[in-house]
């Protein structure tokens, strides 16, 4: 059976999203989800000692913190946290940071949409990839 992959304007469904974390499509080896920060909001500190990420920032200001450093990052920004690094994403501005993100291998369950951090913190044990991909 042929797959389809994800093809789509990503910026678009960067800049149109207003959860603060959705799947939209998830691979064997990477997954792509949006996010928005809200003025003040950050994701979180964390590691994983598994997997790359990558970021793109495509509204707003923020910082990304990599093993205690602070990146200042606006629109049109690219960053990747190796594996293994501790890291944050803050939303330093007055508007809301669109970004999406790659992670090699997936991070998530497929299609998950956390409409804020509250929601996504309460599943955080539940929404760990399954081995389940979009096709």
């Known amino acids: ?3 389809k992959g994800y093809v789509d304007d990503v910026q678009k469904a ?18 792509l989800v949006v996010m928005t920060l809200k003025p003040g909001e950050e994701i979180g500190e964390e590691v994983h000692e598994d997997r790359d990420q990558f970021f793109r920032f495509e509204q707003g200001k923020g910082e990304v913190r990599i093993d205690g450093k602070a990146n ?3 629109d049109d920004f690219g960053v990747i946290v190796p594996a ?52």
């Not at 944050?88 to 991070?107: A, C, I, M």
């Open 1 to 3: 059976m042929a797959k």
């Open 14 to 31: 960067t800049l149109d999203n207003e959860t603060f974390r959705t799947v939209l499509y998830t691979g064997e080896h990477l997954q």
């Open 72 to 74: 200042p990052v606006e």
């Open 84 to 135: 293994g690094a501790r890291h944050n994403v803050v939303n330093t501005g007055d508007e809301p940071l669109k970004f999406y993100t790659l992670y090699g291998p997936p991070e998530h369950k497929d299609k998950i949409v956390h409409r804020t951090k509250d929601q996504a913190e309460a599943d955080h044990d539940n929404d760990h990839w399954d081995g389940k991909t979009t096709e």
